[in-house]
C-alpha cells in the first residue's frame, strides 16, 4: 500500500497563550481518532503550535482505506425461508442493508442452528478523497473563549487567516470562513515573509528560515538553554517556574532570552511584591544570587533574534521601572494605614449581594474558628486564633492588594507583622488561603489550619444556602477546589471532627443571620453530596477501588482521617484468603437488619440456643474494644472476628421467628451488629463477593 505524508496547519490572529498547548493536543488527537475510525493506517505523529497557528504532520498516511472483506450475519433460516424456501421480508431487507441480494446468502450453523450468512466486500476510499473531511474536524475545535469575526458564523479561538492542508504533494480542498486551503503558510510577523510549503516534510525547515519555530518542545528547549547561558555568564541563579515557562513558550515563534536591571532600592519592598510584578504582569523571570536572595535583575525572552538587544533590555526596564515605582508608593501608603481604620472599610464592602458585606463574612468566620478552635482542642492559641479571624481580610483594602490581587494574604502577613501583631497571627492571615491549588501545600501552622477551614466552610455553605451550586464545568466561586482544600487540611491534620458537624456548624450561623433561603434539610442533602464528591475523587487519586469507595461513603464522612484510613484498611485487606468469608458474613447482617422496623434493649432471656448467646456475648466484647482504639486496622480485624459466631448463629437460627418478641429481639441484635459494622464501611456494598 502506498503511502504519503500529511499536513495540517491552521493560521490564526494571535491566541492567548493559555489555549494553544491544549488547542494542539485537542486537534493532534481528533485527527488521529479520526484516522483511526476510517481504517486508515498512518505512522509517526508531530504536532506544531506558536501564538499564530497550530498544527499537525502525519508521516506515512495510506493512501487509500484497506479493502474490508468481511462476514456478516443474519436472522435464522427458519426466519429467512418459508416452508416452500421462498425468501422473507427479514432476508430480503439483511441483504438489501449489507449491499448484496438473496443470491449472494450462504447457511452456516452456529449452535445447532443455521443462521443466514453473506460475505461482504467494501472498497477503501482513497484517503485524498476523505481528508476534506478535516474541515469538520477543525471547526470542531473547542476552547474555553470563542469569538466570531466579520460576517462569519463560525465561534473560533481567533480569526483564521490562512489554511495549509496538504496530502503528499497535493493541496486537500476545503474552505473555512472564506480561507480556502493551499501550501501558502507565514514567517515570523516582523522578521519572516511567507513562504510556500511543496511538501509536507519541509514544514518545520521552511518556517525556521522565515524566523518561526514550530515545534514548541524545541522552542521550550531553546528558552531554556539561553536562560541556563545567562545564569552561567553572571553567576546567577535563575528559577524557571514552570507555568511561566509554558506561557512565555507560547507567546513567542523566535524566542531570544535577554536581561535587564532595576535600582538596588526597589529590593526594600517584600519580595512577593517584586517578584509578583515581573511573572504576573511582565511575564520576567526573578534573578537570585547563589544563596538564594533577590538580585536587581531580571530575565525576559523576546519574540525576535538578538539584533538590538540592548534597546529591547532598556525598553523592559523602563516598563519594570514604572511597575515598580507604583508597587512602591502603594507599599508606603499602605504602612501608614491602620488596621482598625481597613477593617471598618470591609464593613462597605459586599461580598455577594445575598450574602452581605466582607465585614459581616468576618463575623460568621471569626464564630466558626472560635468552635473549630474548641473542637480541636487548640487551648491558649485560641485567641490567637480569633484575633487572625478578626483581621484575615484587612489587607483586601490595601493599594497593594487592589494592584496585585494575588499578593492578598502576603501583604496581610506583612502589613500586620509591621503593626506589631503576633507572628502567629499575621501567619495565619497568609496561610487561611492555603491550599491556594491542587499542589499547594495545607496551612502548617493550627491557627492558620484552623482559620483555613472556617473560611472555606463559611464560603461554601453560604453559596448553597442561597443556591448557588457548581453544576457541570461551572463553578464560578471555586466551592470545589475550596472543599478539597477543607478535606486536604482535615486529612493531614488529623482532627477528629466530623465533617457533618462542621456543615451544620456553618448551617446554624447561616439561619442567625437570615441568609437561608431554601429548605435546611435540601442544603444539608447538597453539601454532603458535595463533599462526598471531593472525598470520593481524593480515595480515587490514592488508588482506592471503586466499589470500597462507594461502601465507605454510603453514610455519614465523619472523620476524614479516620475514613481514609479504613479504605485504606480495606484495599489491602481485599485480596485476602478470609476477606470475602468475613465481608460475606458481615453483609448477611446488615441485609437482614434492614428489615429491623423499632431496634430495642437485647433481652438476653429471650435467646433460644446457645448460638444466639454466644454471638450476643461476642458483639459485646468486640464493641467494647472497638470503642476504646482509634486504630482503624483493629476495628477492622475486630469486627470481622465476628465472623464464625455470624456463621453458626445463622446456621442454627431462624431470625424472622413467627413469635413477635423472638423475631424483634433477633433483629435488635442484627441492628445492634449492623451499625457497628456500618460505622466502619457499608461493607453490603463491596462487589467482589
Same mark, same amino acid.
Given at each position: ?14 491566541m492567548p497563550a493559555r489555549f494553544v498547548t491544549a488547542s494542539m493536543e485537542q486537534l493532534s488527537d481528533k485527527v488521529q481518532k479520526w ?8 505512522? /509517526? ?22 479493502? +474490508?472483506?468481511? =462476514? ?24 438489501? @442493508? ?37 474541515? /469538520? ?28 492542508? $496538504? ?8 474552505? +473555512? ?117 533577590l538580585l536587581p535583575h531580571f530575565v525576559t525572552v523576546r519574540n525576535g533574534n538578538a539584533e538590538h538587544l540592548d534597546n529591547v533590555s532598556?525598553?523592559? =526596564? ?24 481597613? %477593617? ?26 472560635? +468552635? ?6 487548640? @487551648? ?10 478578626? +483581621? ?13 490581587? /494575588? ?71 471555586? $466551592? ?131 448460638? /444466639?448467646?454466644?454471638?450476643? =456475648? ?19 480485624? %475486630? ?51
Open positions: 500500500m502506498s503511502k504519503q505524508d500529511l499536513l495540517v496547519e491552521i493560521g490564526l490572529e494571535e484516522l483511526t475510525k476510517k481504517a486508515i493506517p498512518f505512522g /509517526e505523529v508531530s504536532i506544531f503550535s506558536t501564538p499564530r497557528r497550530l498544527a499537525f504532520y502525519i508521516q506515512d498516511v495510506a493512501t487509500a482505506q484497506a479493502d +474490508i472483506e468481511e =462476514e456478516a450475519k443474519g436472522p435464522a433460516k427458519k426466519i429467512a425461508q418459508d416452508a416452500e424456501g421462498n425468501w422473507s421480508k427479514a432476508a430480503i431487507g439483511f441483504t438489501k @442493508g449489507q449491499g448484496m441480494t438473496v443470491e449472494d446468502i450462504y447457511f452456516k450453523e452456529i449452535n445447532g442452528v443455521e443462521y443466514v450468512h453473506v460475505n461482504k466486500f467494501i472498497k477503501g476510499q482513497p484517503t485524498l478523497q476523505l481528508l476534506t473531511e478535516l474541515k /469538520e474536524i477543525i471547526i470542531s475545535l473547542s476552547f474555553p473563549k470563542n469569538m466570531r469575526w466579520a460576517n462569519q458564523d463560525l465561534r473560533f479561538v481567533r480569526p483564521i487567516k490562512w489554511l495549509v492542508a $496538504l496530502f503528499g504533494g497535493e493541496v486537500i480542498p476545503f474552505e +473555512i470562513a472564506g480561507v480556502e486551503t493551499g501550501r501558502l503558510t507565514k514567517g515570523h510577523r516582523f522578521l519572516g515573509e511567507a513562504v510556500e510549503v511543496i511538501t509536507p516534510d519541509q514544514y518545520e525547515e521552511a518556517l525556521e528560515q522565515q524566523f518561526v519555530m514550530a515545534d514548541p518542545k524545541k522552542r521550550k528547549q531553546l528558552i531554556l538553554d539561553q536562560i541556563h547561558k545567562i545564569e552561567e555568564e553572571n553567576g546567577w541563579q535563575i528559577p524557571v517556574d514552570e507555568e511561566l515557562l509554558e506561557e512565555v513558550n507560547n507567546l513567542v515563534e523566535y524566542p531570544t532570552a535577554l536581561f535587564g536591571n532595576f535600582e538596588a532600592e526597589f529590593l526594600e519592598l517584600p519580595s512577593e511584591v517584586l517578584i509578583t510584578s515581573m511573572k504576573e504582569h511582565q511575564r520576567y523571570f526573578p534573578v537570585k544570587s547563589k544563596d538564594g536572595k532598556k525598553g523592559n =526596564e523602563k516598563v519594570l521601572r514604572a511597575r515598580l515605582s507604583d508597587a512602591d508608593f502603594f507599599y508606603r501608603e499602605d504602612k501608614k494605614k491602620e488596621i482598625a481604620t481597613a %477593617l471598618e472599610k470591609l464593613k462597605s464592602i459586599v461580598y455577594h449581594e445575598e450574602i452581605g458585606t466582607l465585614a459581616e463574612k468576618t463575623v460568621r468566620v471569626q464564630k466558626l474558628t472560635g +468552635i473549630l478552635a474548641d473542637q480541636v482542642e487548640l @487551648g491558649e492559641q485560641k485567641e490567637l486564633a480569633l484575633r487572625a479571624a478578626e +483581621i484575615a481580610k484587612f489587607d483586601l483594602v490595601s493599594h497593594m492588594v487592589y494592584e496585585f490581587p /494575588e499578593l492578598q494574604g502576603y501583604m496581610g502577613e506583612k502589613y500586620a507583622l509591621l503593626k506589631g501583631e503576633p507572628k502567629e497571627v499575621a501567619a495565619a492571615i497568609n496561610e487561611h488561603y492555603m491550599p491556594r491549588h491542587a499542589e499547594d501545600s495545607v496551612p502548617p501552622s493550627p491557627i492558620g489550619a484552623v482559620l483555613s477551614v472556617a473560611e472555606k466552610i463559611d464560603t461554601i455553605v453560604s453559596f448553597f444556602a442561597i443556591g448557588v451550586i457548581p453544576t457541570g464545568s461551572q463553578d464560578p466561586y471555586a $466551592l470545589r477546589r475550596q472543599a478539597s482544600g477543607v478535606v486536604q487540611i482535615l486529612l493531614e491534620k488529623k482532627w477528629s471532627i466530623s465533617l457533618e458537624k462542621l456543615l451544620t456548624y456553618a448551617l446554624d450561623e447561616m439561619e442567625a443571620h437570615s441568609l437561608v433561603k431554601r429548605d435546611i434539610s435540601e442544603i444539608s442533602a447538597d453539601l454532603l453530596q458535595f463533599f462526598k464528591a471531593r472525598v470520593k475523587h481524593l480515595l480515587t487519586e490514592k488508588g482506592i477501588r471503586y466499589d470500597l469507595i462507594d461502601a465507605l461513603l454510603t453514610n455519614e464522612i465523619g472523620n476524614v482521617s479516620a475514613l481514609v484510613e479504613r479504605a485504606f484498611v480495606l484495599e489491602k485487606e481485599k485480596d485476602g484468603s478470609e476477606f470475602k468469608k468475613n465481608i460475606e458474613a458481615l453483609s448477611r447482617v446488615i441485609n437482614i437488619a434492614s428489615k429491623c422496623e423499632q431496634k430495642q434493649t437485647i433481652d438476653p432471656s429471650l435467646f433460644e440456643n446457645k448460638e /444466639e448467646t454466644v454471638l450476643y =456475648e461476642k458483639y459485646q466484647e468486640v464493641a467494647s474494644k472497638y470503642s476504646e482504639t482509634n486504630d482503624e486496622e483493629i476495628r477492622f480485624q %475486630l469486627l470481622v472476628s465476628l465472623q464464625p459466631e455470624i456463621e453458626q448463629y445463622f446456621e442454627h437460627t431462624m431470625v424472622m421467628a413467627e413469635q413477635d418478641s423472638i423475631r424483634e429481639n433477633r433483629l435488635s441484635l442484627m441492628k445492634e451488629i449492623s451499625e457497628l459494622a456500618e460505622s466502619f464501611a457499608s461493607v453490603n456494598k463491596i462487589l467482589s463477593l
